[in-house]
């Protein structure tokens, strides 16, 4: 049976007994799946079914749910019974849930933890999530660089049980000062006298605990690491931050820059699409699509201010949408591109010349494309429309041709320049959103395309 055909099949039992019965098939299945399968149990009942695993197991299980659930846990659960599973998740879950606790909540729970865990989430709660500190673990093994590979090995025995990761053994000095790394192939092909500094690697790549998360998560992703170093500022190794993680933190990048790239005000990192209110959407959304439909009265008054030839030469109303909608598109798709080049570090302000010769070109060449078809679908749907004798069906399926072309080169340029002027001024690219670009070349796309036309036609 899947993980999907057990969770449905949970989701319809009634009685928390029936759930109790499938403990023994959910204990040979891999974490993720057990807590994907009891996600959607009440609170009340799911602590009945966490009781029949062991307490190691009830700490990863609860670490998989989102930190709505987790929460919901908390605050149905005693204090007591709840430091029992607290004690048992991994240290940056921890250090997670313990930020989202109200300071009342997280006096109440402190008392109830050991000692060691007690100093663990205080330390780890005292950086910021948004830096290496805050998204790190503890669970890392250290040898010090006097050991022999014997006795490193007998270390890294002792410490296995209490480490998530122990591929990676890092090579510390009476201070716990960072100064290479040995892995777990190099201690056992050695020869047992062999000394860890002899064996070691002193070529290795860290990061501070003041480093941003997303640059963290790059240097993981660039060197292709299981987990990277963290040091405090006189070098001490304090962390770790494992690919897990890494991934995560690009995943909710990535999350965070689409909303902004939507024109959505980011709340925070935990949001939940179906566990947020309607009113909380509305709060989200409606500051850009209000401030922008406010700034579309400057297209209302271009429009109006060219009333008179649109009364002169009524097809031009006709095409208006298309050369907006084309341009809005053009700009979207450049503003896309860039964006992502800038979060993959690939340009930077510098490249701004770059930057608009290629998407001149691009956008040249689209133009073409779309000024013809602009051309063939005005000849093609027009043809029975009135048109003043002074101009011809051609003529002016050229001119309205040619503004869309020019439109697609601006609004392709404005798209691409827009997130580089951002970041020139220390902003986030994203918020270059696609609402304020199509906002700005509507606005841009009307000029010229009444402006060209008023030109040829003398309207």
């Not at 490193?152 to 510390?172: F, G």
Request: net charge negative; hydrophobic share 45%; glycine share 6%.
């Amino acid at each position: 049976m899947s993980a999907e055909e057990l969770k449905d099949l949970v989701k319809g039992f009634e009685r928390v007994e029936k759930v109790i019965e499938l403990v023994p098939l959910l204990k040979r299945m891999p974490v993720v799946e057990v807590a994907e399968i009891l996600s959607d149990i009440d609170e009340n009942y799911l602590l009945s079914v966490l009781d029949y695993f062991s307490p190691s197991q009830q700490g990863l299980i609860v670490a998989e749910f989102h930190i709505t659930k987790q929460l919901e846990i908390f605050k149905n659960t005693s204090r007591k019974r709840f430091s029992l599973i607290f004690e048992h998740m991994p240290s940056e879950a921890r250090a997670d849930l313990f930020q989202h606790l109200t300071q009342q909540e997280q006096a109440e729970l402190l008392p109830y933890l050991r000692k060691k865990t007690r100093e663990d989430v205080i330390h780890l709660s005292a950086y910021p999530p948004e830096t290496a500190g805050g998204i790190m673990s503890t669970d890392f093994a250290t040898v010090r660089i006097d050991m022999t590979c014997a006795e490193a090995i007998e270390s890294v025995r002792q410490d296995a049980p209490s480490k998530k990761t122990i591929y990676y053994s890092y090579v510390v000095d009476k201070e716990m000062k960072l100064l290479g790394f040995i892995t777990l192939k190099d201690l056992i092909l050695a020869a047992p006298d062999t000394l860890v500094r002899d064996a070691m690697h002193t070529e290795f790549v860290y990061v501070r605990v003041t480093d941003d998360r997303e640059d963290v998560a790059g240097k993981i992703e660039k060197y292709d690491l299981v987990a990277i170093p963290v040091i405090n500022h006189i070098g001490q190794i304090v962390g770790i931050v494992t690919h897990e993680e890494a991934i995560d933190v690009i995943r909710a990048e990535h999350t965070e820059d689409m909303q902004k790239f939507m024109g959505i005000i980011e709340a925070n990192k935990d949001f939940d699409y179906l566990g947020t209110s309607s009113l909380e959407h509305f709060k989200r959304r409606a500051v850009w699509v209000i401030s922008l439909a406010a700034l579309g009265i400057v297209s209302g008054m271009i429009i109006h201010r060219y009333e008179s030839a649109i009364e002169k030469l009524l097809i031009l109303a006709l095409y208006m949408p298309m050369v907006a909608d084309t341009g809005g598109n053009a700009g979207s798709q450049a503003a896309t591109v860039v964006v992502r080049a800038l979060a993959l570090g690939q340009l930077s302000f510098k490249n701004w010349l770059q930057v608009i010769w290629k998407e001149t070109k691009i956008s040249s060449l689209l133009a073409i494309c779309l000024g013809l078809l602009a051309f063939g679908k005005v000849m093609f749907l027009s043809w029975e429309t009135d048109i003043p004798t002074k101009f011809s069906l051609s003529v002016v399926a050229s001119v309205i041709a040619l503004a869309l072309s020019l439109q697609v080169i601006s609004s392709t340029v404005i798209g691409a320049l827009l997130p580089l002027i951002v970041k020139r001024f220390g902003g986030d690219p994203a918020v270059a959103a696609s609402p304020s670009i199509t906002t700005v070349v509507d606005i841009t796309g009307l000029l010229i395309y009444f402006g060209v036309a008023t030109t040829f036609f003398n309207l």
